[in-house]
């Protein structure tokens, strides 16, 4: 089973503040996604990647960066975190042709 | 516009009943649907999946129920558990490889002892 970490898994960030969230994965997956889970919303996508050096915007990807520096790693950044950005958010991963996506355990993001 | 819709949004049974949750979707390519579940403070799993080439999908007590025609699908759960309870999200997405899923809401389940 793919393993999906996530760093870190809590965080209190000011509004207005920089704030990055890593996800590591060691199974060689090609494909990386950051969802964002919200009560009442399920999981929304926000960006995603489908190799290295490439990220595409998914359905929620205002005031969020992607960033895809090899295979095993995928951030996501909050260049000024606002509260509405309140949230857990999950990092998967999923090898092309399979279609299973692998969620790690999650960040809980609080922005005051 | 909403993808993927879920109903109900919260679902309360009997140990030992049959649950069942529904889901519907509006884009008629889509051909994978796969159901997450996701316990408290854990994060979500593949649970079953199904593929249009079916109608039913069974894996011991779960079952997916498909109507292409409709754009509908359902997850019963025979003879539920109270270890069953927990958050049920229906998925779908094209069978390309690239697993970029569109998730419904969820549907919280409590199966009471």
Same mark, same amino acid.
């Given at each position: 089973?793919?393993?999906?970490? !996530?760093?870190?898994?809590?965080?209190?960030?000011?509004? @207005?503040?920089?704030?990055?969230?890593?996800?590591?994965?060691?199974?060689?997956?090609?494909?990386?996604?950051?969802?964002? !889970?919200?009560?009442?919303?399920?999981?929304?996508?926000?960006?995603y990647?489908?190799?290295?050096?490439?990220?595409?915007?998914?359905?929620?990807?205002? @005031?969020?960066?992607?960033?895809?520096?090899? !295979?095993?790693?995928?951030?996501?950044?909050?260049?000024?975190?606002?509260?509405? !950005?309140?949230?857990?958010?999950?990092?998967?991963? @999923?090898?092309?042709?399979?279609?299973?996506?692998?969620?790690?355990? @999650?960040?809980?993001?609080?922005?005051? | 516009?909403?993808? *993927?819709?879920?109903?109900?949004?919260?679902?309360?049974? &009997?140990?030992?009943?049959?649950?069942?949750? +529904?889901?519907s979707?509006? #884009?008629?390519?889509? #051909?994978?649907?796969? &159901?997450? &579940?996701?316990?408290?403070?854990e994060?979500?799993?593949?649970?079953?999946?199904?593929?249009? *080439?079916? +109608?039913?999908k069974? #894996?011991?007590?779960?079952?997916?129920?498909? +109507?292409?025609?409709?754009?509908?699908?359902?997850?019963?759960?025979?003879?539920?558990?109270p %270890?069953?309870?927990?958050?049920?999200?229906?998925?779908?997405? &094209?069978?390309? %490889?690239? +697993?970029?899923?569109?998730? %419904?809401? %969820?549907? *919280?389940?409590? *199966?009471?002892?």
């Amino acid at each position: 089973e793919a393993a999906v970490t !996530q760093s870190p898994r809590n965080k209190v960030a000011v509004t @207005g503040g920089k704030v990055t969230l890593s996800c590591n994965q060691t199974n060689n997956h090609n494909n990386m996604y950051w969802y964002r !889970q919200d009560t009442g919303h399920g999981l929304r996508l926000i960006h995603y990647s489908y190799g290295a050096g490439s990220t595409e915007k998914g359905d929620i990807p205002d @005031g969020y960066k992607a960033s895809r520096p090899s !295979q095993e790693n995928f951030s996501l950044i909050l260049e000024l975190a606002t509260p509405s !950005q309140t949230s857990v958010y999950f990092c998967a991963s @999923g090898d092309r042709g399979e279609n299973t996506l692998y969620f790690g355990a @999650g960040t809980r993001l609080s922005v005051l | 516009q909403q993808q *993927v819709r879920q109903s109900p949004q919260s679902l309360t049974v &009997w140990e030992g009943e049959t649950a069942i949750l +529904n889901c519907s979707y509006e #884009d008629s390519t889509f #051909d994978y649907f796969p &159901w997450y &579940w996701q316990f408290p403070r854990e994060s979500p799993a593949l649970l079953i999946a199904i593929r249009p *080439v079916s +109608n039913k999908k069974e #894996d011991g007590r779960f079952t997916i129920f498909f +109507n292409k025609r409709e754009k509908k699908l359902s997850l019963h759960i025979t003879d539920s558990q109270p %270890g069953d309870s927990a958050t049920y999200f229906c998925a779908a997405s &094209w069978d390309s %490889g690239y +697993n970029k899923l569109t998730f %419904g809401k %969820g549907t *919280v389940l409590l *199966v009471s002892p």
